[in-house]
């Protein structure tokens, strides 16, 4: 009899939370993001029913033109959220590479981005010092090398060309943060130019670039196929750094609060199946490899994914791994 009225209890309690909860302003939505394992957020909230359960009807999609791409559809309206650099709402609200008030309304993860070279700059990097074997590694070698490059092409010196994703990256500020560690001057020494993330893996191996600083798989996309290394991570450099958010404008707030509400729940939701076991990571892994996602092989997206981050053929480490929310 008790289990009766307790379960009586309970369903008038949920019929009760049910016609007290607001209604959503707005129920079809848009979320673009950029092929990189952090969206996995994202996806997982479309592809586990997340989404569905707060009511929203969700199309996921995939933006092809990179960070500038994806920021000036938030802007235009053409998506109502989307995947973002954690500088990018700042720098639009700022009138810098866009002009609007976006707001970040939710963290997406920490970690996941690294510093890779191609095997041709490593070659000469060894010449002056580099030990393979060892991670992380600093950019010493790499000064030694660009010191004794300036000597021999005097006036004629041509910088060497690394990629970053985005100008307000993270990326971008590692990468020179991490130059600059050695006394190198990026701006003097180098000439570091954006590319879509996906892209960067066939730049290098088509030599427009030395190296980059990417966000995952794009790391180890390289590494497995044996075309470079990657040196450093961003958890090496900044452990546990605040990476992407999810981004809307601040009218689309005002206008919908409970629609915002509901995607803020699907995706928390999300993040925390995420960080509930290696389980759920290796299913994620086998999720965004398919075309419409990320479309790399699950073995590579499972690195990063589960803690073992692969720097090179030689080192192999279990302290790396991304963090999507919290709750772990």
């Known amino acids: 009899m008790l289990k009766k009225i307790i379960g009586l209890g309970l369903g008038l309690s949920l019929v009760a939370a049910s016609l007290l909860a607001a209604e959503l302003e707005k129920k079809k939505l848009t979320i673009g993001f950029i092929a990189l394992t952090d969206c996995a957020p994202i996806v997982i909230a479309e592809e586990k029913g997340f989404f569905k359960k707060y009511g929203l009807d969700v199309h996921v999609v995939k933006e092809g033109g990179g960070w500038p791409g994806i920021q000036q559809k938030v802007i235009s309206g053409e998506y109502d959220f989307s995947h973002a650099l954690a500088g990018m709402?700042?720098?639009?609200?700022?009138?810098?590479?866009?002009?609007?008030?976006?707001?970040?309304?939710?963290?997406?993860?920490?970690?996941?981005?690294?510093?890779?070279?191609?095997n041709n700059i490593i070659k000469e990097m060894k010449k002056y010092g580099m030990d393979e074997t060892k991670r992380p590694l600093g950019s010493e070698s790499l000064k030694k090398y660009i010191d004794a490059k300036h000597k021999a092409e005097g006036s004629s010196y041509q910088p060497l060309s690394f990629g970053m994703v985005h100008p307000v990256s993270t990326h971008n500020y590692e990468l020179r943060y991490w130059m600059a560690s050695s006394g190198i001057v990026p701006d003097r020494d180098t000439t570091i130019k954006p590319f879509p993330p996906p892209t960067m893996p066939s730049n290098l191996i088509a030599g427009n670039i030395e190296g980059y600083c990417v966000g995952e798989p794009w790391n180890e996309r390289i590494v497995l196929k044996k075309k470079g290394s990657t040196l450093v991570t961003n958890y090496d450099i900044w452990n546990n750094n605040p990476e992407k958010v999810l981004q809307t404008r601040a009218d689309f707030i005002e206008k919908n609060p409970e629609t915002t509400k509901a995607v803020m729940k699907a995706i928390l939701e999300a993040q925390m199946w995420l960080d509930a076991s290696w389980e759920n990571r290796k299913e994620a892994a086998i999720i965004m490899s398919k075309p419409n996602y990320v479309k790399a092989p699950v073995s590579v997206l499972e690195k990063s994914m589960t803690g073992t981050f692969?720097?090179?053929?030689?080192?192999l480490s279990t302290s790396f791994t991304h963090l999507f929310s919290l709750f772990i």
């Open 310 to 315: 692969q720097y090179s053929n030689y080192f």
């Open 89 to 118: 709402p700042i720098a639009a609200t700022l009138g810098i590479n866009g002009n609007a008030n976006l707001q970040a309304v939710l963290s997406l993860d920490f970690n996941g981005n690294g510093i890779t070279f191609g």
